[in-house]
Every structure is written in structure tokens, then in C-alpha cells.
């Protein structure tokens, strides 16, 4: 009996090429299933993940996809249905931050903010939907934060876009569950993924501050989705998973 908890299924995860979501295809891999990324950016960190996921014994696909594009998600999830031959699991990780004063903030910083998060998040979970309806079976995971609840100074835009992808993710959840797609999320506190805006010391005062006295790591974050993923999660829906460091405890 193979005790991989993702064997023989399929994931794809949007932003995969660095931080939080380098990480969930790395685990993935690990725990059994193949991984395809979409990404934007930083072609050589996806060359080189596909390389650390094939050493899993899976198989690896890496995509251009600017996921605020109808056209180019429809396309990219065609490609990956048609590689892997079905789609089990969707991870929305793809996101953008810029802490930014509210009056400073344009109205393109704002869209951009929104379209990233929700528009991105719809597109990628709608074309989503319609495999995993048809099969019966699925998982789509959006990444959310904790902002999304108690918002902060200057992130306004960013708070608004994760508290909306949290009403998202409940929402999607109810429709979702009569065909057997459960749909749940994972809101992390301060991650030190590196591709952070926030200064250095800023990050030492948050971690002095937290119950645990540290940042999370993007490692600390794969246990949530692994987990969300698997069959271990089969009576989840709608719900949100908190590593945080005990910032918040919802």
C-alpha cells in the first residue's frame, strides 16, 4: 500500500515558483502527486523546481499564466488536463503585496490589488470547477491571510482583496460540496518568504511580538495544505486554517 497521501492525483498551484507556494509543490511532490505551477516571473526558479519535483518520482509542468487573463488560465488549465489526464487539486497562492498609504494609492494600484487576488481566484477556481463537477471529486484551496480578518495601516487593498478571497472560499464552499469539491483555505500570519516589502527591522519587532517569537517560514505553511488536500480533510468545507504564530486566534 502506497502511504503517500497524494498519490496518483494532480495539483495545480497558481504563483508556484517561489515562497509559500514553491513550498506546497515541493510537499506535494513528496506526498505523491504531479505538480503543475502557473507563473509569471523568474523563469530559472522554475526550471529548477520542475528539476526538484521530478526527483520525487512525479511529474512536473511549469506555465506562464498571468491568472487575471481569461484566455491565458482557460488555456493553461486545458494544457494541464491535457498532460496530466485530470486535475484533483487547485492551490490559488498567486498574490501580490505593496504596503501603500490609502492616500497615495492610485486607482490601477487598487485594481491591480483586486484583480490579482479576486479576479485571479475566480477565473482559476471557476475553469476548475467545471473538471472537478464532472468527476465528482476535487479540492480547491485558496490562500488567504490573516489581514483578511484584522486588517492593518497601509494594507489596505491587501486586506480588502483577502478578506473578500475569505468570503470567497465560503461561498464557493457551499455550491461546491453537493459534487464532492471541498473548498477551503489557509490564512498565514507574517511569512518570511524573502520577497517581502517590509524592512528588516520591522520583521524583528513582529516575530518579538508573536506567542512564538518568530516568523512562520514557507515550510511552516505545507502542513495546512498537505493536509487540506489529502483524505484527512474529507468533512472540511468552507473552513480557513490559521499558522500564524498565535497572532490571531480566531
Not at 490609502?102 to 490589488?113: K, Q, R, T, Y
Not at 512562520?216 to 480533510?233: H, Q, R
Amino acid at each position: 500500500m502506497n502511504s503517500k497521501r497524494l498519490a496518483g492525483r494532480t495539483a495545480l498551484i497558481t504563483g508556484g515558483n517561489t515562497g509559500i507556494g514553491r513550498a506546497v509543490a515541493l510537499a506535494y511532490a513528496d506526498e505523491g502527486a504531479d505538480v503543475a505551477i502557473f507563473y509569471v516571473a523568474r523563469d530559472d526558479q522554475a526550471v529548477s523546481l520542475m528539476t526538484a519535483i521530478e526527483a520525487h518520482g512525479v511529474r512536473a509542468l511549469a506555465l506562464k499564466c498571468d491568472v487575471t487573463s481569461e484566455a491565458q488560465v482557460e488555456a493553461g488549465f486545458a494544457q494541464v488536463i491535457a498532460s496530466f489526464g485530470h486535475l484533483d487539486i487547485l492551490v490559488n497562492n498567486a498574490g501580490i503585496q505593496r504596503p501603500q498609504p490609502i492616500v497615495e494609492m492610485s486607482v490601477e494600484d487598487w485594481g491591480n490589488m483586486m484583480s490579482v487576488h479576486l479576479r485571479g481566484g475566480f477565473l482559476c477556481s471557476r475553469a476548475a470547477a467545471r473538471h472537478m463537477m464532472a468527476q465528482k471529486s476535487g479540492r480547491i484551496i485558496n490562500l488567504c491571510s490573516q489581514l483578511g480578518y484584522i486588517g492593518r495601516e497601509n494594507y489596505t487593498a491587501y486586506s480588502t482583496a483577502k478578506g473578500g478571497l475569505i468570503a470567497f472560499t465560503r461561498a464557493l464552499a457551499k455550491e461546491m460540496a453537493p459534487y464532492g469539491v471541498l473548498v477551503n483555505g489557509v490564512a498565514p500570519g507574517l511569512v518570511d518568504t524573502g520577497f517581502d516589502p517590509l524592512p528588516e527591522d520591522v520583521k524583528v519587532a513582529h516575530a518579538a511580538s508573536l506567542p512564538l517569537k518568530r516568523l512562520g517560514t514557507p515550510e511552516d505553511m505545507t502542513p495546512a495544505f498537505v493536509f487540506l488536500a489529502s483524505d484527512d480533510a474529507r468533512y472540511f468545507c468552507g473552513q480557513l486554517l490559521h499558522p500564524n504564530g498565535g497572532e490571531i486566534m480566531p
